[in-house]
């Protein structure tokens, strides 16, 4: 068993930046896939970022690629997520999530797929 926890979350200004962590316990995740997803208010959890177990691979959605990146620290048993030039659309809860049936580098997009789940952290880009 994994128990993920965020922090991080916060209000900022449009343009500004922010960095989340997931910290695991209980089991380590070095092999594990990783991934952000987030959920904005009566809207469904999306994909935003997720890292491969072996490291090398990263994917990100769309919306994000180019302002948002993915890191992993195995040693620390944490996975990052530095967002910059946030924008009021980025406004969300955000999990960090663990799935632990792929390898290697391989990475999941599909919420679906994950086995593990922190309780969010909260995100608000002001205009």
């Known amino acids: 068993q994994v128990q993920l926890v965020e922090s991080g979350g916060g209000l900022v200004q449009a343009g500004g930046s922010l960095r989340l962590s997931c910290a695991a316990s209980?089991?380590?995740?070095?092999?594990?896939?990783l991934g952000w997803f987030r959920q904005a208010p009566g809207k469904e959890r999306d994909f935003v970022a997720a890292?491969?177990?072996?490291?090398?691979?990263?994917l990100y959605a769309d919306s994000v690629k180019g302002r948002f990146t993915i890191s992993r620290d195995n040693a620390k048993n944490t996975v990052s997520l530095q967002m910059n030039d946030l924008k009021p659309e980025d406004t969300a809860v955000y999990y960090c999530a663990a799935d632990r049936r792929v390898f290697g580098r391989l990475v999941t997009v599909t919420a679906g797929q994950y086995d593990y789940w922190g309780q969010g952290t909260s995100v608000t880009v002001s205009s």
């Open positions: 209980g089991r380590t995740f070095s092999n594990y896939a």
């Open positions: 890292v491969s177990g072996s490291g090398d691979n990263r």
